[in-house]
């Protein structure tokens, strides 16, 4: 399965470039349906060779809620021409931000080698690390919320593959707890978003006390 | 045993038929909830401590539940009298009651459990159960403080949870007491995870670097929200570290801790000098209150007992300062300090219930912060030496200057206008009780060391 692990993890930091480099709202969401569709897979994969049950219904769970439930939520609180919505204007550009994520899947690999892999020895182990980079940096290069909120998941979903695949035995009432908060987080998130995006305010005034 | 599951219980109901109920009866089920939680929570405190599959209640936990407990009370008849000042909230009132009595849930149950796991599914869920209580205010700016609370916090609890898998891999297990029986040896792994899962809870509790979301959503929620954040739910993220400290009680990891204190309280220290918001001002009064108790939870034994007496009596205190914070901007229509004036003239309860609260809560004597506080860099002076004390006095006292002297300003600055305030009396009374209470802390001292001996030795 390592080699598994690592064609999965290479998939989930391309596809995180992908989103990277995206502006169309839908695009971004659907990408991230696939990535969580794939860490099911390999769940699922792994799970059946090991013959353990939690990592089945991990898999199973992956796919419904990170999958399909959270994306289609998402997709349900976009405008109606939602097929046109785009982030006109990102924090850092778009070929900056794909090389700095770049940049951010070799920090992984130095700071995975330099800490954690005497003690793990997964050949693999830098490429979780890596995506948790980029889903901090994905929160931090954009302005829109939904694409934050997908930045949270993608360092979730990180999580899900390492510790699914280096603890398959991490008691099921936990990842479905993690799971629980998830969609509670979503659902929150989603009517924040929206409100955020009806009261857009223009008064500078109001946001000069965020300031220091 | 069903005692022990009391408060979650009542409060689990409360908020199931809050969402069904209609507001006047939502109030007065949560007032019957946070009433009965209080009389349970102090009975837990005299019972035996208690470690079972599901619960684990020790010292730490008792002491949290009373808080908690006693502010869910105050802050729900505050609330009751608040609420006429929001012009459009976000929320019917049932529904503020509901997520109100969630959160208390969620922060009960993160202080109850006998899963490292599990009390981070609760602080986790604190965030979603009162995100919307952040946002009640309906406007922009509220709505942008939600969304930075649940983003920013969301990734530090990520982080955490990095460091709960990492521990996990060393001990094999998650379970609190399993955890504190065979206690993990130290290794680079169980070093990495638990400073991950502090920097992660502590991104809740408002420690720095991981601190920007909490003036935002303390300047921005309302009083009874900013309240029940500063009193209590920035404890209760304090709660998953000192967990994390007892299972991982390594030299390095007090170290790091000691060091986020200092961090911590040095830039809230500095960010108070020029803070020209009165709510934003009291957020960073908290997080360097929270960074003093981080410091006395590093140094364990007298630190230990001092930060336990600083937190108790810091959620009275503070809670004391934003309800009547509220009373203010109910009042003056503004959060800038500059705008506020002769309080002492036309709010007398509000305004001498501030400058005492604003003492209390930048540690003068005779109020029980000062004594924790002492206990504190008393263990600081003699672990660390007298470098260390210095900087924590200079940090202390520029938050003792910068807000007093703020704080006498907006009471006894004398401006002519046509203002005509006055002081309501539910609002006036409660933060009056809970100054009260932040007093009488000095007389629970002996109790609390007493209940903390098996920890503190």
């Known amino acids: 399965m390592k080699e598994a692990f690592v064609m999965v993890g290479f998939l989930e930091i391309t596809l995180v470039i992908f989103m990277q480099w995206q502006v169309y709202l839908k695009k971004i969401v659907d990408t991230f349906s696939l990535s969580s569709y794939a860490i099911s897979i390999f769940l699922f994969v792994d799970g059946a060779i090991l013959n353990n049950i939690n990592l089945l219904i991990l898999s199973a769970l992956t796919a419904v809620v990170r999958g399909f439930f959270i994306p ?19 924090v850092v550009p778009t070929a900056m931000s794909i090389v700095l994520s770049l940049f951010f899947v070799v920090v ?5 080698h330099a800490t954690l892999y ?73 009517i924040i978003m929206r409100l955020r995006e009806e009261n857009v305010s223009n008064i500078i005034d109001e946001f000069k006390e965020f300031k220091g | 045993m069903f005692l022990y599951y009391l408060p ?41 401590s208690v470690s079972t599959q599901f619960l684990y209640i020790d010292a730490i936990s008792k002491i949290m539940l009373v808080t908690i407990s006693i502010i869910y009370l105050t802050t729900s008849i505050f609330s009751s009298s608040y609420f006429k000042h929001i012009p ?11 997520f109100l009595n969630l959160f208390v849930l969620s922060m009960f149950f993160s202080v109850m459990v006998n899963n490292l796991g599990l009390i981070w599914i609760g602080i986790e869920a604190t965030t979603i159960t009162s995100a919307l209580l952040v946002a009640i205010d309906n406007n922009f700016p509220s709505i942008e403080a939600s969304w930075r609370y649940i983003i920013i916090v969301s990734v530090g609890l990520v982080i955490s949870l990095v460091g709960i898998i990492f521990i996990y891999d060393q001990t094999h297990t998650l379970n609190i007491a399993n955890m504190l029986k065979n206690h993990a040896s130290e290794s680079r792994i169980i070093l990495i995870g638990s400073a991950m899962a502090i920097v992660g809870f502590g991104t809740k509790a408002g420690i720095f670097p991981m601190h920007t979301w909490l003036p935002d959503v303390h300047g921005r929620s309302i009083a009874p929200v900013s309240a029940i954040f500063s009193s209590v739910l920035l404890p209760s993220a304090l709660f998953g570290i000192i967990r994390i400290s007892q299972i991982a009680p390594f030299e390095d990891i007090k170290q790091f ?53 600083l937190l108790i009596s810091h959620a009275f205190a503070k809670s004391s300062v934003f309800y009547l914070t509220g009373n203010i901007l109910s009042a003056y229509k503004t959060r800038k300090i500059a705008h506020v004036y002769s309080l002492v003239k036309n709010m007398p309860y509000t305004a001498y219930g501030l400058i005492l609260s604003s003492l209390a809560v930048t540690g003068a004597p005779p109020f029980a912060i000062f004594i924790g506080e002492f206990f504190i860099i008393s263990a600081v002076y003699h672990i660390y030496g007298f470098a260390y004390v210095i900087i924590i006095l200079l940090a202390l006292l520029t938050a003792f200057l910068s807000i007093n002297y703020k704080v006498a300003k907006m009471s006894f600055s004398e401006r002519k206008s046509t203002q005509k305030t006055k002081d309501e009396w539910v609002s006036a009374l409660i933060p009056l009780i809970n100054l009260t209470l932040s007093f009488c802390v000095l007389f629970a001292i002996p109790a609390i060391n007493n209940i903390l001996k098996g920890i503190t030795g």
Not at chain 1, 108 to 112: A, M, Q
Not at chain 2, 88 to 98: F, Q, T, V
């Open chain 1, 108 to 112: 992984g690999y130095i700071v995975y």
């Open chain 2, 257 to 309: 801790m000691f060091i986020l204190g200092i961090l911590t309280i040095v830039f809230a220290s500095i960010f108070m000098i020029n803070q020209k918001y009165y709510k934003r001002m009291f957020a960073y009064s908290s997080m360097e209150n929270m960074g003093m108790i981080l410091i006395g939870i590093s140094l364990g034994k007298a630190g230990l007992l001092g930060a336990m007496i």
């Open chain 2, 8 to 48: 979650l219980i009542v409060t689990v109901s409360a908020a199931v038929i809050c969402f069904a109920a209609n507001d006047k009866i939502s109030k007065i089920l949560t007032l019957i909830s946070a009433s009965v939680s209080i009389p349970v929570s102090l009975y837990i405190w005299v019972l035996n």
């Open chain 1, 118 to 190: 005497n003690s793990i020895g997964l050949p693999g182990g830098s490429i979780p690390i890596a995506l948790l980079f980029q889903g901090i940096f994905l929160i931090m290069s954009r302005n829109n919320a939904f694409v934050q909120l997908i930045g949270y998941m993608v360092m979730e979903n990180s999580l899900f593959l390492f510790g699914g695949y280096l603890f398959p035995e991490l008691p099921l009432v936990i990842e479905g707890g993690i799971l629980l908060d998830l969609i509670g987080i979503v659902m929150i998130s989603g």
């Open chain 2, 88 to 98: 459009k909230p976000l929320l019917k009132k049932n529904l503020y009651w509901a």
């Open chain 1, 72 to 90: 289609f939520f998402i997709r349900k609180k976009f405008r109606k021409e939602y097929y046109l919505e785009r982030e006109i204007k990102s």
